[in-house]
């Protein structure tokens, strides 16, 4: 079985300031990490995934976030955020054991303030 | 790509009703699932299905709950006698083969009076 721990559940930050939103992850055998993101009433969108290769993975619009396999972690990143940011962001893994259930976080709400 | 699709947006029934929700796929992709999110919390898995075989079940879906995927194309999942405690979000996600990502419909809000 696996786990995911998402240690903020509220991040407020000002537009233009870095941000860095905290996962990690427990699991007995090999795991492929996502990070999706929620808006209002919508579902929720891809924003990085990591399947093998390298551990910096990249999103259009800014976001990063690196595989750390000896801490366990996916953190997410930015170096800038803008108004548009704010919205539910969830951290998610996925076991390479066939089972194909996600396990999800239980989500860091990002307020970027003008 | 016309994305993942779900039927209806909003249901409000009384507790004691029956309630049938409905997901389009993305047109390619062979696997189906359903997950569910209450208040506060990320999504739960439910069920998972690989073209018509329903391939794996949560112990969260009860005896009320069913899902199906007849043609392997939709999906439908039917709570039965519903509970206050079935209010959530009901999301559907689908995907291709390997380890592709799922993808998620905007989901159906279900709210129990």
């Known amino acids: 079985a696996q786990s995911v721990t998402q240690l903020d559940s509220q991040v407020p930050v000002f537009e233009e300031a870095p941000v860095e939103l905290r996962c990690n992850y427990s699991s007995s055998v090999s795991v492929y990490l996502f990070w999706y993101v929620q808006y209002p009433n919508q579902g929720l969108q891809l924003l990085l995934k990591?399947?093998?290769?390298?551990?910096l993975v990249k999103s259009i619009n800014g976001f990063e976030a690196e595989f750390n396999k000896s801490q366990t972690s996916f953190h997410l990143r930015k170096p800038s955020v803008h108004i548009s940011d704010t919205a539910e962001y969830f951290c998610?893994?996925?076991?390479?054991?066939?089972?194909?259930?996600?396990?999800f976080g239980s989500g860091t709400r990002l307020q970027v303030q003008p | 790509d016309t994305g993942v699709s779900q039927d209806p947006r909003h249901k409000i029934t009384k507790r004691g009703q029956n309630v049938t929700f409905r997901c389009d796929p993305i047109?390619?992709?062979?696997?189906l699932y359903w997950y569910r999110q209450t208040l506060g919390q990320g999504p739960e898995f439910l069920t998972y299905?690989?073209?018509?075989?329903?391939?794996?079940k949560s112990r969260l879906l009860s005896d009320r709950f069913s899902a199906e995927r007849p043609k392997g194309s939709f999906s439908t999942l039917e709570i039965q006698r519903t509970e206050q405690g079935d209010s959530a979000m009901y999301l559907c996600?689908?995907?291709?083969?390997?380890?592709?990502?799922?993808?998620f419909g905007d989901g159906t809000r279900l709210s129990i009076l």
């Open positions: 047109s390619e992709h062979n696997r």
């Open positions: 996600a689908s995907s291709s083969q390997g380890n592709q990502p799922q993808h």
């Open positions: 998610a893994v996925i076991s390479d054991t066939g089972r194909r259930a996600l396990t």
């Open positions: 299905f690989q073209n018509e075989a329903q391939l794996e």
């Open positions: 990591y399947l093998s290769g390298s551990t």
